[in-house]
């Protein structure tokens, strides 16, 4: 129930907020209204520590033989960290909402709630099926944003790649279903085992790599942008959440996925460091720290996992949302290289503690990885985005702005000392002080060296062009096959068969949930 009280403060308050904006487009209290609702989550969220571990079960129908579930949810001590983390996101959004040029924007509030509601109940999914469900409507809400926001029509053609591979995810999850191995007295993701624990890992690095897809070209690219973070986050944590219910066993067969996943890692660090913007550097930043969280739960670390997961929102949410120029709220900002420092009793103490058994080989990688991640950051949070036509009046609201950055900041900080199995943790003292080193080295050689300054938004090396060309024509010859499908089954479905379709196609879904329960 504590799981269901949240959900319905965030997804009820978005409901509400477009409602009164169709029905009185000049109701004054919505900024209230959001802030008051978003900060009842977080309070709410805060109360689940008593009652931990959490289960939620959402039926499908109810009989004396056969109980059925639509979806199943599940917040243990190590995954409340991301509900937490993500509702601290949100509430920085709506704090930090009157610095911004388009206050107020209640649509846009509206549409971070959602995205922040169905990114905490697809952090708390207890299985794929669940997962699969919230993946799906989190990347339809960001299939329409990233559409409507196309100013050229070449640009949208990013959106069906983008989506096309977070189907790949969706994919490989319902296919560790079928292939993992049921473990005793475990349900959910601690049941797979074996080749489906590897696909649930490479289910994330998939939908980690879609964020690698730009968003199309706006004239408010270069801002602060609420929304686009907001989903940028979701998608982020959601991709990772689950992986803090697998098993804590080392995946010792997974050395190519975890070469994969370092290479991914590596590839994010270093456009991260050298990306123009936080615009374009974004998802870059989300990948990074995403890839080092699949590592963690491959070295059989789910603790490590989720402080990766939790320190991608808690210290990228306040660098992104920055607006105006302040001197010493802008060195607030390097809090941040704390949190994800893996220093002793920092968020992300515990990264690189867990034992690894023979994938230990690969941590020097991943760390080189992370020094290019926090040396980006320091360079970002020196150099913060700044949106000339945002200006705060107001002292208090300047006050709320300044709590708005703050808050994460400080949660970040407190996780790393309560609340939570990885607090208060040494963790390998050793291994934070290299990344620190090397991050010392790489801010020295940033400031002399020109391959490390800042460059445009395209990531893919000139060299590649032709090849990329090449791709592209090919995957707009996939693209217009794939359209032709989609119109016949739009024709399929709108034409008088229509109802039985749609009723066989709930049929096949209902078999495959209730054959799964069984």
């Not at 299939?143 to 189907?167: C, D, K, N, Y």
């Not at 602060?224 to 995946?251: C, I, K, M, N, W």
């Not at 090919?474 to 499908?485: F, M, P, W």
Request: charged letters at 10%; proline letters at 6%.
């Amino acid at each position: 129930m504590p799981i269901l009280i949240t959900a319905v403060l965030l997804l009820g308050t978005a409901a509400a907020l477009a409602i009164f904006r169709v029905f009185r487009a000049r109701f004054r209290f919505s900024w209230l209204l959001g802030v008051a609702a978003t900060t009842a989550a977080w309070l709410s969220v805060l109360l689940w520590l008593p009652q931990l571990p959490l289960n939620l079960i959402v039926p499908l129908w109810q009989s004396a033989g056969s109980p059925n579930s639509f979806a199943t949810f599940m917040v243990s001590s190590v995954s409340w960290p991301y509900a937490f983390s993500l509702v601290t996101t949100v509430l920085a959004v709506l704090l930090t909402a009157p610095a911004r040029s388009d206050f107020p924007s209640p649509p846009s509030w509206a549409l971070c709630l959602a995205v922040a509601g169905l990114g905490m109940l697809a952090a708390a999914a207890e299985g794929p099926l669940t997962l699969v469900l919230f993946w799906a409507g989190l990347d339809l809400v960001e299939a329409g944003v990233m559409l409507a926001r196309a100013e050229i029509r070449s640009s949208s053609r990013q959106v069906p790649f983008a989506f096309t591979i977070r189907l790949g995810g969706m994919a490989l999850a319902l296919l560790a279903l079928a292939l993992g191995h049921a473990a005793e007295a475990a349900t959910g993701f601690g049941a797979i085992q074996g080749p489906g624990a590897l696909l649930l890992a490479g289910a994330a690095l998939l939908r980690l790599a879609a964020l690698a897809i730009p968003w199309p070209i706006s004239s408010s690219s270069t801002r602060p942008d609420a929304v686009g973070t907001t989903l940028h986050l979701a998608a982020g944590v959601s991709a990772v959440a689950f992986l803090s219910q697998l098993r804590p066993e080392a995946q010792n067969d997974a050395f190519a996925l975890l070469a994969v996943c370092a290479c991914a890692a590596l590839y994010a660090g270093w456009m991260w460091l050298r990306a123009p913007d936080a615009f374009s550097g974004r998802p870059l930043w989300m990948m990074g720290t995403g890839s080092l969280a699949v590592a963690g739960a491959l070295r059989g670390d789910p603790v490590g996992a989720t402080a990766w997961g939790s320190a991608m929102l808690l210290a990228g949410c306040p660098l992104f949302l920055t607006a105006i120029r302040e001197r010493w709220m802008n060195r607030a900002l390097l809090l941040g290289l704390w949190i994800s420092s893996a220093l002793p009793f920092a968020l992300t103490s515990t990264a690189w503690g867990g034992g690894g058994g023979a994938l230990d080989w690969i941590t020097p990688v991943f760390l080189i990885a992370q020094s290019m991640l926090l040396a980006g950051f320091l360079h970002r949070a020196l150099r913060p985005e700044i949106d000339p036509s945002a200006q705060i009046g107001m002292a208090t609201l300047r006050g709320i702005y300044r709590f708005g950055i703050g808050l994460p900041l400080a949660v970040g900080v407190l996780l790393g000392f309560w609340g939570w199995p990885g607090a208060f943790q040494l963790g390998a003292p050793f291994a934070g002080v290299v990344v620190v080193l090397m991050v010392g080295a790489l801010t020295w050689a940033k400031r002399r060296f020109a391959s490390l300054n800042p460059v445009s938004t395209h990531w893919i090396p000139p060299a590649w062009n032709r090849a990329t060309a090449a791709a592209l024509r090919e995957a707009s010859r996939v693209q217009a096959g794939v359209q032709r499908i989609a119109n016949a089954v739009t024709r399929t479905i709108e034409g008088e068969a229509g109802i039985m379709w749609s009723l066989l196609l709930l049929v096949l879904f209902v078999s495959l949930i209730t054959g799964r329960e069984r």
